[in-house]
């Protein structure tokens, strides 16, 4: 797999039926590995160990309604209340981030009313707050450690 503007973590992967397969701590179950899925795991991992997110409060492919559909949004950090305070989508590292995957993470957070949103393709990385009393969005330098998004 391609390397990631991320730190490196040990992951524990395998190849089943001739495809490889990751395991995901969070789901606690192997996955397919797939470009996404990597970027994925690396930010789950990034979250936990470098912004002190714990685990059991991060939800993966999240399902919600919207417009009597269901769409996942990739990873959802929800505070010690259960509330969801940032959401993020992840691309994988060939797919450049542009105005649709903004425009995708403004919809799902129509629904899910998070703070922050963040999007990742494992190369770059855009955060932002958005108040949504003011409707307003200011893009952050780096992405906050848990104690500040509560």
């Given at each position: 797999?391609q390397?990631?503007?991320?730190p490196?973590?040990?992951?524990e992967?395998?190849?089943r039926?001739?495809?490889?397969?990751?395991l995901?701590?969070v789901r606690?179950?192997?996955v397919?590995l797939?470009?996404?899925?990597?970027?994925?795991?690396h930010?789950v991992?990034?979250?936990i160990?470098?912004?002190?997110v714990?685990?059991?409060l991060i939800?993966?492919?999240?399902?919600?309604?919207?417009q009597?559909?269901?769409y996942?949004?990739?990873i959802?950090v929800?505070?010690r209340?259960t509330q969801?305070?940032?959401?993020a989508?992840c691309?994988?590292?060939s797919v450049?981030?542009d105005?649709?995957?903004?425009d995708q993470i403004?919809i799902y957070?129509?629904v899910i009313?998070?703070?922050?949103?963040?999007i990742t393709?494992g190369i770059?990385?855009?955060?932002?707050?958005?108040?949504?009393?003011r409707?307003?969005?200011?893009?952050?330098?780096?992405?906050?450690?848990?104690?500040?998004l509560?």
């Open positions: 797999m390397m990631l503007n991320l490196r973590y040990d992951f992967v395998r190849t039926d001739g495809k490889h397969i990751i995901d701590p606690r179950r192997f397919p797939t470009p996404e899925e990597w970027v994925r795991q930010f991992q990034y979250l160990n470098d912004r002190d714990p685990a059991a939800a993966l492919e999240m399902p919600f309604p919207y009597d559909r269901y996942r949004a990739d959802v929800h505070n209340a969801p305070v940032l959401v989508e691309k994988r590292p450049r981030v105005q649709r995957a903004f403004g957070n129509t009313q998070a703070a922050y949103l963040v393709n770059d990385h855009y955060c932002c707050v958005v108040d949504h009393e409707q307003t969005v200011e893009f952050l330098d780096e992405i906050p450690h848990f104690d500040l509560v």
